[in-house]
């Protein structure tokens, strides 16, 4: 495991993948008496596996048997809400949004306070849209500007407001979704890659209004 953490530090994920998971057949095969070398292990391969390409099955198995093997906390735990918002995006990325939404609401259950609360609430309103569940993804939008407000932090991400328009904009709520879509153009930085997307929308949403 100790190679294995070095070889990350050093950019070399492949291979400290590899070293990981020497150590977790020997870990395997030790039984229940080093059963946290087991979970050590689980949890350092799962993490180095989230970040190479093509390992999001390995990722997620990882992940999973860190959760079995590991003794389930009784309140605030950063390394279970780690892990949880790590299988949320492995299950994202997937196209699984229902167990995204789930793991990213574990991850805000074991650490309630987490310092990228927005960013998690933020990616499930993002998985309600895809799974078409606009009224949730409204409501995970209103949990977002609840918490900046609370954190005394100004909602700046426009990513925010394009998908509450959309969302608003398929429910056919065309006034909300037009004054969604106008802050995130305000928010927008210039060189927003989905700008000429969201102004087209905008314009549609104009429209529908004044027929």
């Not at 150590?23 to 350092?44: T, V």
Request: proline share 2%; charged share 25%; glycine share 4%.
């Amino acid at each position: 495991i100790l190679r294995s953490r070095v070889l990350r530090a050093m950019n070399r994920n492949e291979q400290a993948l590899l070293d990981a998971e020497v150590a977790l057949s020997i870990a395997e095969k030790a039984g229940d008496e080093n059963r946290m070398i087991l979970a050590e292990a689980l949890l350092a391969a799962g993490e180095l596996a989230v970040c190479l390409p093509g390992r999001d099955r390995d990722a997620v198995s990882y992940l999973q048997q860190f959760l079995q093997v590991s003794r389930r906390p009784l309140g605030v735990d950063v390394t279970w809400s780690r892990v949880y918002e790590m299988l949320g995006d492995v299950y994202s990325e997937q196209g699984q949004f229902e167990q995204a939404i789930s793991a990213y609401r574990n991850a805000l259950q074991y650490n309630p306070y987490h310092p990228w609360e927005t960013s998690l609430l933020f990616r499930i309103a993002r998985a309600y849209y895809c799974l078409n569940s606009y009224e949730d993804t409204i409501r995970a939008v209103q949990e977002y500007i609840s918490a900046a407000e609370q954190d005394n932090e100004a909602s700046q991400d426009y990513r925010v407001y394009d998908v509450l328009g959309n969302a608003q904009f398929a429910l056919g709520r065309y006034a909300d979704a037009l004054e969604s879509y106008k802050t995130a153009l305000r928010l927008a930085p210039a060189n927003a890659s989905d700008l000429d997307k969201i102004r087209r929308y905008q314009r549609f949403a104009q429209e529908l209004l004044q027929a």
